[in-house]
Structure formats: structure tokens, C-alpha cells
């Protein structure tokens, strides 16, 4: 059972922490202090989940590497989708870590890393289900969305405000939404592409209607204006687990056979931090 503010905490010896950052070069501003508190969604597989009373997921195992590349201690606390970017903007949390996609609304209430990866969105529909992408998100049909997401802003943008006939259903969680689906609460459910083949990897009676190509970057976010001063240490992080071949492994362990997109992506011009020069990185960054 997932324990909602449940922690796990990586402890990195301050000899390890001298070690890492005198053999990488890596610079960061954290001192003997508190670990710093990841915020996750931990049902959203294969990003973060619960499995024996341990996070697991691709964001759990690259923030754990990120941090000992740091020379930090972090926690992760498990919360609902919703709850996560109006945490970090209140600063209850230091990092957002699970497939968060970038999006102009949120790039105005906190602040993203560089992009660690590429999504397009996936209509889901029952494997039993004829219907297609575009039937399957018109002529009255409930849709599954989760509360929040870039996938439900898509929606009440390009279907619902254009008066398409559709009901969004909003869930806390993808897996409460293709569980309700497979047992005829919803006809479909939107979902990135990565879950959506995770979810037909493990079993779901479900079937990928179609996709909506949008090209999204996912990155780690911090605070507005990242008060930790953190911001340029993940980006060495992400950098650092790309180059070093740490992070096709820990995709590889998650999603078999699926290459990364390369490490930094596009990033749109409206993400200030990615202005150059990026923090941390001063030679990347959009002109």
C-alpha cells in the first residue's frame, strides 16, 4: 500500500560528498544541512511507485543518482499529482521529480532543469474497444484525465473549449483511471506515451488508440527563482548520469529497449532558465 508522505532518505557521508565534487567539478551551494525533499507522485509508473515499502521508477533512481553526483542527502515525499507544483511553489518541497512535462503556465510558478526527456500523449481505449483516435475523444464520450496534468489542459483546450461533445474525468492517479476504464467507468483515458506502454507491459486490458504528437520536454523543477540554489547543480547532474551511460541503465531497467532522447532536448523560448547561459552549464541555453 502506498503511505501518502511516506520518505526514504539517500545519506551521502560528507567524504563522499568532498570525493564527488572534487572528481567532477560539480558546484553546489548545499552545506551540512537537512536533505532536501523531493516531492514525487509515487503511482505513476515507470516514473515513481511504491514496491515493498521502497520507491522505485526511472525519477527515483536518476534523482538518487543526481544526488550522490551532488554530494547531497534528499528524501522523497509522496503526494498526489495536484497537490505537487503548488507545494514547490510555496517552497514546502526543494525538487519536483516524476515525469512532469514543461509547460508555459507552470514555467510561470516555478522553475525547470534542463530537459531529461520527450513526450507525446496516448489515447488509451480497452483492447476489446474499436474505436479510434478521433472517435474516442468525441460523440459524448468520457475521458480520463489526471487533475492537473498537461494532458487534461490539452483537453479543455483543443476539445472541450471547442465545444466538442466530451466529459473529462478527473482522477489523482493514471492507474485509478485505465483501472476504471477496463471496467467501463470511462471509454478512454490520455496518458504520455512512456506510462502508456508500461501499462500494456504489465498487463492492462488496454490498447493505444492512436497518439497526439506534441513534442513535450519533461524535466526536474525547483522553487521560482530557485532559492536553494540548486538549479545549476541538477542540470550538472543530469549531464553528468547522461554522459556517463548511468541513465540509458536505468531506463533500460524500467523500459527495456527504449533509447533516451538525447540529453539536452528542445526546450521552448518561454522557459527562462533555459535562457544561456543555462545555470551550471553556461554554453547551452537559447539565444
Excluded at 525519477?59 to 495536484?82: K, L, N, R, S
Aim: contains cysteine.
Amino acid at each position: 500500500m502506498i503511505m501518502k508522505g511516506m520518505t526514504t532518505r539517500l545519506l551521502c557521508s560528507a567524504t563522499l560528498a568532498a570525493a564527488t565534487l572534487a572528481g567532477t567539478g560539480l558546484a553546489t551551494s548545499a552545506h551540512a544541512q537537512d536533505p532536501y525533499t523531493v516531492g514525487v507522485e509515487a503511482s505513476f509508473p515507470p516514473w515513481a511507485y511504491v514496491e515493498s515499502g521502497e520507491f522505485k521508477g526511472i525519477a527515483i533512481d536518476a534523482m538518487t543518482a543526481i544526488a550522490e553526483e551532488m554530494g547531497v542527502e534528499i528524501e522523497f515525499q509522496d503526494m498526489p499529482f495536484p497537490s505537487l507544483i503548488p507545494a514547490l511553489a510555496a517552497e514546502k518541497i526543494d525538487i519536483l521529480a516524476t515525469g512532469l512535462t514543461v509547460t508555459e503556465e507552470r514555467s510561470q510558478a516555478i522553475d525547470f532543469t534542463i530537459p531529461w526527456w520527450e513526450t507525446n500523449d496516448v489515447v488509451l481505449v480497452p483492447e476489446d474497444s474499436d474505436a479510434n483516435v478521433f472517435t474516442a475523444v468525441c460523440c459524448g464520450a468520457r475521458i480520463g484525465v489526471q487533475g492537473g496534468s498537461s494532458q487534461q489542459a490539452w483537453m479543455q483546450e483543443n476539445v472541450v473549449d471547442n465545444d466538442i461533445d466530451v466529459e473529462l474525468a478527473r482522477y489523482d492517479s493514471y492507474v485509478t483511471a485505465v483501472d476504471d476504464m477496463a471496467i467501463g467507468r470511462i471509454s478512454s483515458v490520455i496518458v504520455d506515451d512512456t506510462s502508456a506502454q508500461e501499462y500494456i507491459n504489465a498487463g492492462k486490458p488496454v490498447r493505444m488508440a492512436g497518439k497526439i504528437y506534441i513534442r513535450a520536454p519533461l524535466a526536474l523543477a525547483v522553487s521560482k527563482g530557485d532559492p536553494q540554489e540548486i538549479l545549476g547543480s541538477l542540470n550538472q547532474g543530469i549531464m553528468a548520469i547522461h554522459e556517463s551511460g548511468q541513465w540509458q541503465q536505468i531506463v533500460d531497467q524500467y523500459i527495456p529497449g527504449v533509447v533516451p532522447p538525447p540529453i539536452p532536448g528542445h526546450m521552448p523560448d518561454f522557459v527562462d532558465t533555459y535562457d544561456k547561459p543555462v545555470a551550471g552549464i553556461p554554453t547551452l541555453g537559447n539565444e
